[in-house]
């Protein structure tokens, strides 16, 4: 069976990632030795790690700008061999639209990771039945525009062109469905067609799989699990879990196998392997060469870039990947920690720009994840989304962080859920603690605002749907002055 074939496949290629890592490196540097971007960084004197890092400092998207012009225009060989066969276009979270290259040689790993992510959860547990029921992906309009010969589109949109054979049959929606544009319509459609179906496999992003389960409440009467008995499992992706799974759980009513993913327009980096942990395995066979800076080092002249086998778990690593794609030394965006390192495993801890420090907190989004969920399980509430923004000028008092939260239930004691989100964010970090303690910042100010909140500034942003997703933090007012005037009237 193919499953027992790519287990045993993995297991071989994660016990050699740091040799399989660095002989990677040599073989994307050979390849692209002729392009533009290779001349101009002597790739030809690159022989190991180091005079890497000599001839190829980090970048992140825009600091690409010049050569992925290039690219866009249609000049071939810039940053890889020939030309891209797709761009995929993504609106981003630290910098406005990207277009991110896939090439003939990256391409077939995004679906091959995507894949063995499936066949790994028939293996590890036993079940395949799901095969035989409908299967939705939530994705962007597979609709391409050609730009100077390359096929542009959004990334989700780009991979429904490659939905295996064996999953063509049973999957859905339609393909007119799946071209919608609008969002809103788009959903409303999907929930017409498959309302009435056996799904046994669904896939999406939380923030969508949310508006898709809602609108199949709202027009069954049911809860999701109890709509569709046979739903087995959930892939998801492109955000942490956990602070949706009070939601997704609620409208599920039931238990449902959830299996966790990484996958970005620059590569698919890891999925979950175990059903009882949600650790990601990183995939260091698939065409990225990985690079991990302590992100106290990201912003100096010259920042510590680990490979590998000199990585430690529990620290904040920004991500920086060199791809068959032709990205070098790019850094992603997100942070990640190390929980295991035989195997590699990480979690996502937050985004290098997406972060509150506005009196030196340097708060993360994993600290805020962990904050919410803290208090989640010491008090019966729901929330569908959240943002936490400084408050550096309050009309009285000192300054705090506000939390705007979209509760679908209400704690019982507002005040006490507040307390223990402090609590928590005291324990996490010593920074926070000593600012409240040293009555520099008050405690937290939650603001509970209206249902629905989060997906009209969303809407407003031109960003609902697509891959795009709410920062978690911020260390401005921008989203927070938009939230604001959704806050509950009895706040």
């Known amino acids: 069976m193919l499953a027992t074939l790519v287990a045993a496949s993995t297991n071989k290629w994660k016990k050699n990632a740091v040799e399989s890592q660095h002989a990677l490196l040599q073989k994307l540097v050979q390849k692209a030795a002729d392009t533009k971007f290779g001349k101009d960084h002597n790739f030809h004197k690159i022989t190991n790690h180091q005079s890497f890092v000599e001839q190829v400092p980090i970048r992140s998207y825009e600091d690409f700008d010049a050569y992925t012009q290039k690219v866009v225009n249609g000049k071939s060989n810039i940053l890889w061999p020939g030309k891209p066969i797709y761009l995929a276009k993504t609106s981003g979270t630290t910098s406005g639209s990207k277009y991110i290259p896939i090439t003939k040689?990256?391409?077939?790993?995004?679906?091959?990771?995507?894949?063995?992510?499936?066949?790994?959860?028939?293996?590890?547990?036993?079940?395949?039945?799901?095969?035989?029921?409908?299967?939705?992906?939530?994705?962007?309009?597979?609709?391409?525009?050609?730009?100077?010969?390359?096929?542009?589109?959004?990334?989700?949109?780009?991979?429904?062109?490659?939905?295996?054979?064996?999953?063509?049959?049973?999957?859905?929606p339609s393909w007119?469905?799946?071209?919608?544009?609008?969002?809103?319509?788009?959903?409303?459609?999907?929930?017409?067609e498959t309302i009435k179906e056996d799904m046994t496999l669904i896939s999406g992003i939380p923030p969508w799989l949310i508006m898709?389960?809602?609108k199949l409440c709202l027009q069954s009467g049911k809860k999701v699990g109890?709509?569709?008995?046979?739903?087995?499992?959930?892939?998801?992706?492109?955000?942490?879990?956990?602070?949706?799974?009070?939601?997704?759980?609620?409208?599920?009513?039931?238990?449902?196998?959830?299996?966790?993913?990484?996958?970005?327009?620059?590569?698919?980096?890891a999925y979950q392997d175990q059903l009882k942990s949600e650790e990601l395995l990183l995939l260091t066979n698939h065409g990225i060469f990985y690079e991990f800076v302590p992100l106290d080092s990201l912003d100096s002249e010259n920042p510590q870039r680990l490979t590998l086998e000199n990585v430690k778990c529990g620290v904040n690593y920004a991500m920086v990947l060199s791809t068959n794609a032709g990205l070098w030394a790019y850094s992603i965006g997100d942070t990640v920690q190390f929980t295991s390192l035989e195997p590699y495993r990480i979690v996502?801890?937050?985004?290098?720009?997406?972060?509150?420090?506005?009196?030196?907190?340097?708060v993360i989004a994993q600290e805020?994840?962990?904050?919410?969920?803290?208090?989640?399980?010491?008090?019966?509430?729901?929330?569908?989304?959240?943002?936490?923004?400084?408050?550096?000028?309050?009309?009285?008092?000192?300054?705090?962080?506000?939390?705007f939260i979209e509760f679908s239930k209400m704690p019982e004691n507002i005040e006490a859920f507040s307390e223990a989100v402090e609590e928590e964010?005291?324990?996490?970090?010593?920074?926070?603690?000593?600012?409240?303690?040293?009555?520099?910042?008050?405690?937290?100010?939650?603001?509970p605002v209206e249902i629905g909140a989060f997906q009209q500034y969303m809407k407003s942003e031109g960003k609902l749907g697509g891959q795009n997703k709410t920062p978690r933090l911020a260390n401005n007012r921008h989203i927070a002055d938009k939230l604001n005037v959704a806050k509950k009237s009895s706040n």
Request: aromatic residues 12%; contains cysteine; glycine residues 8%.
């Open 105 to 172: 040689s990256s391409m077939p790993y995004h679906i091959k990771a995507a894949r063995n992510a499936l066949l790994n959860y028939m293996h590890i547990s036993g079940r395949k039945d799901f095969i035989e029921g409908k299967m939705i992906f939530l994705q962007g309009s597979p609709i391409l525009e050609g730009k100077n010969g390359i096929q542009l589109g959004r990334l989700s949109g780009i991979v429904a062109h490659f939905v295996p054979s064996y999953l063509q049959k049973n999957r859905m």
């Open 176 to 192: 007119e469905t799946n071209c919608i544009e609008d969002w809103e319509a788009k959903i409303e459609a999907i929930v017409e």
């Open 212 to 214: 898709y389960f809602e």
């Open 226 to 269: 109890e709509l569709y008995p046979n739903l087995q499992v959930i892939v998801t992706g492109g955000v942490n879990y956990e602070p949706y799974r009070g939601k997704i759980q609620e409208l599920l009513g039931r238990q449902v196998d959830i299996i966790q993913t990484f996958p970005a327009s620059e590569g698919f980096f």
């Open 348 to 362: 996502v801890s937050g985004r290098t720009k997406h972060y509150t420090s506005a009196f030196g907190e340097h």
């Open 368 to 403: 805020v994840e962990k904050a919410m969920d803290y208090a989640l399980n010491k008090f019966p509430a729901v929330v569908n989304e959240f943002h936490v923004a400084p408050q550096v000028n309050p009309l009285s008092g000192l300054p705090y962080h506000e939390w």
């Open 425 to 447: 964010m005291k324990r996490q970090n010593s920074y926070y603690q000593d600012l409240t303690n040293g009555k520099i910042l008050r405690p937290l100010v939650i603001t």
